[in-house]
């Protein structure tokens, strides 16, 4: 993945977290007209490392290693563990990245409630219906 991708994905995940509404809006966030970073994501103008910086001051999770070298996670890790002699497998920390998962299962939840609201529409519009068919067949009947 090259470093403009890796851009543009960051860029998609921020509007997806609802951290802003929209391209303008996270532009306008960043100090950047829309047309500005238009330009920038599709390779018109130069990816300066003022954007990266504005980019990742945005949002603190967001790990600028990824989007310059390309390594690690999109992320920086939240979670930290240890073993008992303070460091984990071969000597390294362990890192579980929480944020996203978190923002993922909130979104499961709000999306599970609109599908048993719905689901409840849907049964009241049948019992409506059936009292309809039901009314049709009685009139039809006299």
Do not use: C
Not at 40 to 46: A, C, F, Q, R, S
Not at 72 to 96: A, F, R
């Amino acid at each position: 993945m090259t470093k403009i991708q890796r851009v543009t994905k960051i860029v998609d995940w921020l509007i997806f977290q609802g951290i802003a509404k929209s391209r303008k809006e996270l532009a306008d966030l960043m100090g950047y007209t829309e047309s500005s970073m238009s330009q920038i994501l599709n390779e018109k103008v130069p990816l300066s490392d003022k954007f990266i910086k504005n980019l990742v001051g945005v949002d603190k999770n967001i790990n600028i290693d990824y989007i310059v070298k390309g390594t690690g996670e999109m992320l920086k890790s939240e979670v930290h563990q240890n073993n008992i002699n303070g460091d984990n497998i071969h000597g390294h920390n362990v890192s579980v990245e929480k944020s996203q998962t978190d923002g993922l299962i909130e979104l499961l939840r709000t999306k599970d409630d609109q599908i048993n609201k719905s689901q409840e529409q849907i049964s009241k519009s049948q019992e409506q219906i059936d009292r309809l068919i039901g009314l049709i067949e009685k009139m039809n009947n006299i």
